[in-house]
């Protein structure tokens, strides 16, 4: 843990301090920044000052959970001592930084109950969200780490080919071949690239894509035949540690060009302009003004609600990627959540505009890093449009 790059961050941003509360590591930013492993079932506070050295205040009989944390270690087992001890450890503090979110509008930092933020509040501190500073030192990719999210992007290209030809050869041969059995190949693709992956990928057709969480099962999965529209969304990473995933989605249609309908095309068509105004709108302002999440999913979210469909939009427009498919960086989003905070260099994201309706979904999706080169996407080719599976 880098305490004194965390000490210089809350000097010059006017902080006195850090709180970390945990509950039954319910915290999980707090759990992975302390590096906390096995069964933590009491109340812990770790507080990292702006100046001076942390200190943890830990039940007695889980103190040697944090014997590799930094600093002092004190000890409580009541409840009142607790309270005390945090009182007294805060009694010069102001203003303090916790995983908290006003209003509950980015759910991800307000990981601290409301009890726990009305007792320190209780002290005469003002409490400001930690959103900056997870996003900042907890999201943002190391050289290595990029490194391993290029490899698992080109990789999920050629896999997202693979399995493209895969659906052509057992429709042209007549073959059955369902949504269950595609996510299966993908499956083994990535085993073979080395990969892997916490959920299966999705494979979804006509209707179901329409669905942006649907999940083909074994017994109930739709046939894939000609004249069928696809749409495939695959994330992973290598197998080795603090890996970064890569998550594309592309869509084909098992027929040709001439047969594709052309509502398909049209609806494909509002998203790339959609996606690619996206990226314009970072590219254009990361190296000259703030940038933030809300702002990009605005940006997208105009294009395909002046074309008449923002009803069908019904998702954010992108995600964090870390070593988690979904990291604790900035989300592209202003619509499930207000999330405001900065797009930083190291930071990597999905754009993944969709329209989504009774018959039939579209999605395009992509992964953009904010590097010293400034805004890249790096799952390229972009698909502009329809891939058509017979000539």
């Not at 006017?14 to 930013?29: E, K, P, Q, Y």
């Not at 594709?260 to 068509?269: A, D, G, M, R, S």
């Not at 019904?314 to 905070?341: C, M, W, Y």
């Amino acid at each position: 843990m880098e305490i004194q790059r965390i000490q210089t961050y809350l000097a010059e941003h006017n902080l006195d301090g850090w709180l970390l509360a945990d509950f039954h590591g319910r915290n999980t930013i707090a759990m992975e920044l302390l590096e906390l492993n096995g069964l933590i079932t009491r109340r812990s506070f770790y507080f990292i000052p702006a100046t001076g050295e942390p200190v943890a205040i830990v039940h007695a009989i889980e103190q040697d959970k944090f014997a590799s944390v930094p600093g002092i270690i004190k000890t409580y087992s009541s409840y009142i001592v607790l309270e005390q001890e945090l009182q007294t450890l805060l009694q010069h503090v102001s203003t303090l930084a916790m995983e908290y979110s006003p209003r509950g509008r980015l759910p991800y930092i307000g990981l601290v109950d409301a009890g726990t933020i009305e007792l320190v509040k209780s002290f005469g501190i003002e409490i400001v969200s930690s959103a900056d500073i997870v996003a900042f030192f907890q999201a943002c990719l190391t050289v290595e780490q990029i490194a391993t999210h290029r490899l698992a992007a080109r990789n999920l290209i050629e896999i997202k080919d693979n399995t493209f030809d895969f659906i052509r050869s057992q429709v042209e041969h007549n073959t059955p071949v369902t949504e269950f059995d595609v996510v299966q190949f993908v499956l083994k693709q990535f085993d073979e690239y080395d990969m892997t992956t916490t959920y299966p990928p999705l494979c979804a057709v006509n209707a179901n894509a329409g669905n942006p969480h649907y999940e083909p099962q074994q017994e109930a999965s739709a046939v894939i035949q000609r004249g069928n529209l696809v749409l495939l969304d695959l994330w992973a990473k290598l197998k080795q540690p603090q890996a970064v995933y890569g998550d594309i989605t592309w869509m084909c249609f098992t027929g040709t060009r001439e047969e594709l309908p052309e509502k398909y095309q049209t609806l494909f068509t509002i998203l790339v302009k959609a996606r690619d105004a996206a990226i314009s709108f970072i590219r254009t302002n990361i190296e000259k003004q703030p940038v933030y999440g809300a702002q990009v999913d605005d940006v997208c979210r105009k294009v395909i609600a002046d074309a008449g469909y923002g009803q069908y939009f019904t998702h954010r427009t992108g995600h964090s990627i870390t070593t988690s498919e979904h990291g604790p960086g900035p989300n592209i989003d202003n619509l499930e959540t207000e999330d405001n905070r900065k797009l930083r260099k190291g930071h990597l994201f999905s754009i993944e505009p969709g329209i989504y309706m009774d018959d039939c979904g579209f999605r395009t999706e992509i992964n953009m890093l904010i590097s010293h080169n400034g805004a890249e996407v790096t799952t390229l080719p972009l698909q502009n449009e329809i891939t058509t599976l017979f000539l």
